[in-house]
């Protein structure tokens, strides 16, 4: 993982991508036990060409190709890992990306989406995965309760929240 860092690291300095961060399963693997995965999320803000508003992952291709990594469906084999770059598809995930923390990884620094932020992104999507990722960030201790309860709020997720605490918390 070391080297996809550094390759995220120089694809930002080098202005293919804006601010990213790691999320989905190894983003949790930052807070959480080490979990198999098949594939590594990048959440990336887009550059976009001067003028214009329409976002491509054309440039992150292109500059990843004329290094010598090579795409794979929806993905870009990086140092033997399916990356994918996804930008943030909505305001719980643009804020996710925005107040991720850094995480130095073997000497390189990467940023990772905090666990209050990966378990409300887990409670949002809803799948049978995300609700056991959830009650993994629960039995763990690693959510701030009051931090946690914040993001709720402010992305309209306490309903959720009070349902999945009533179906998987609860005895």
Request: net charge negative.
């Amino acid at each position: 993982m070391k080297k996809i860092f550094a390759v995220l690291n120089q694809m930002e300095v080098d202005g293919v991508i804006g601010r990213y961060a790691i999320g989905g399963a190894v983003g949790s693997i930052f807070w959480l036990e080490p979990i198999t995965t098949k594939d590594l999320d990048v959440f990336v803000m887009l550059p976009t060409a001067p003028g214009g508003s329409l976002l491509t992952l054309g440039p992150i291709y292109e500059y990843l190709l004329a290094k010598g990594y090579v795409p794979q469906g929806q993905f870009i084999v990086i140092e033997g890992w399916a990356v994918e770059f996804v930008p943030p598809g909505t305001p719980l995930v643009e804020e996710a990306l925005a107040l991720a923390v850094e995480r130095d990884v073997n000497g390189v620094l990467t940023r990772v989406f905090t666990a209050e932020h990966l378990a409300a992104i887990c409670l949002q999507v809803g799948r049978p995965k995300d609700h056991d990722r959830v009650i993994r960030f629960v039995e763990a201790g690693v959510l701030d309760a009051e931090l946690f309860e914040a993001i709720l709020r402010r992305h309209d997720l306490m309903e959720k929240w009070h349902k999945f605490q009533k179906t998987y918390l609860e005895p």
